[in-house]
């Protein structure tokens, strides 16, 4: 048999050329093939907008606080789960759905109000799973108790933004929590059930930080073993405090050189069985301001494979030398 990448590919969680788990990979050894993840927007806030610890939000963040792809948020949960599927069914062909409740914390809210948003949702055909996203320091014991029920009716995928380990960027970029905080929250949900998957954001490019920094905020994160993570680019967009900041020539975005170069690298450094959610973000591209290589994604992900494959790179190999 002719030798490919496939053929010659080390890495055990991979039936590609894919050197690092993917997230198609794991939803093919979940539910069996793809699913069509749905966002939702809840009309929640977060505590660095309303004044509970800040306001204005974290410097990048439009308004709609990564909530730009689902539908409007006073429309009922359960009526933008059907829009949103019916924009998508031409993209996607599954009958296997997975909500995401995307916008804003999506648990800073008294818990009954959570269980009003989530549940109509949860009674929809072909739902299979269940993301939500928040922040670490908004779980209530409550809330908690509520998420540890929902894992033991599906596959509940609970997303913790964090960005980066580094409290002086957090400050920065008005995060509204220390890294403590932060492990203090994802310990709480790891200690409430086991069935809950957690999924840890970090963010490369951040301002002020460099390559050392964004892998030194990979490699603390591995010590928690996340059953995912997923790596963003910073993207500026428009009308975002960032946006002035950059507008002023005060930050300048990392180039696809750097950011590939960077990524390829802290893989090494995550588990091998942690699930890889994504490589780079998706901005509003009508909103994009830089950087403009960033509307490529896919020459970005090819760039990272083939980094990979250049240097014998795979997923984890360098796992255990920053966990000893």
Not at 6 to 28: F, H
Not at 108 to 133: C, H, Q, S, W
Not at 243 to 256: L, N, Q
Request: proline share 4%; with cysteine; aromatic share 8%.
């Amino acid at each position: 048999m002719k030798e490919t990448q496939v053929t010659k590919n080390p890495y055990k969680n991979s039936d590609t050329n894919k050197r690092y788990y993917t997230y198609d990979y794991y939803l093919r050894k979940t539910f069996g093939g793809k699913c069509m993840k749905i966002p939702i927007d809840a009309g929640f806030t977060c505590p660095n907008i309303d004044g509970k610890c800040s306001t204005g939000g974290c410097i990048y963040c439009s308004p709609r606080g990564s909530g730009d792809f689902a539908a409007a948020a006073s429309i009922p949960t359960d009526e933008q789960f059907e829009i949103v599927k019916s924009q998508l069914s031409s993209k996607w062909k599954t009958d296997k759905y997975i909500p995401y409740f995307q916008a804003h914390t999506n648990t800073y809210a008294p818990t009954a109000i959570i269980r009003d948003k989530i549940e109509p949702v949860m009674k929809k055909d072909g739902v299979v799973g269940l993301n939500i996203a928040t922040r670490a320091d908004c779980l209530e014991d409550e809330t908690v108790e509520y998420l540890r029920e929902l894992a033991e009716r599906t596959t509940l995928t609970v997303e913790l933004g964090l960005q980066s380990v580094h409290d002086v960027t957090a400050d920065l970029i008005n995060r509204g929590h220390t890294y403590a905080d932060f492990v203090a929250g994802y310990e709480k949900l790891r200690l409430a059930s086991e069935k809950i998957n957690i999924c840890i954001h970090v963010i490369f490019g951040l301002p002020g930080e460099d390559r050392e920094m964004m892998l030194e905020t990979v490699k603390q994160i591995a010590k928690l073993a996340p059953d995912q993570v997923k790596i963003h680019l910073l993207h500026v967009i428009r009308g975002t405090r960032l946006a002035h900041i950059y507008e002023r020539g005060e930050y300048t975005p990392m180039t696809m050189e750097d950011y590939v170069d960077t990524v390829a690298e802290a893989l090494t450094y995550l588990p091998p069985d942690t699930v890889i959610g994504r490589l780079t973000g998706d901005g509003m591209q009508s909103e994009l301001l830089a950087p403009e290589w960033s509307r490529k994604k896919t020459v970005v992900i090819n760039n990272i494979d083939k980094k990979m494959f250049s240097d014998n790179l795979v997923q984890g190999q360098n796992y255990k030398k920053t966990t000893c």
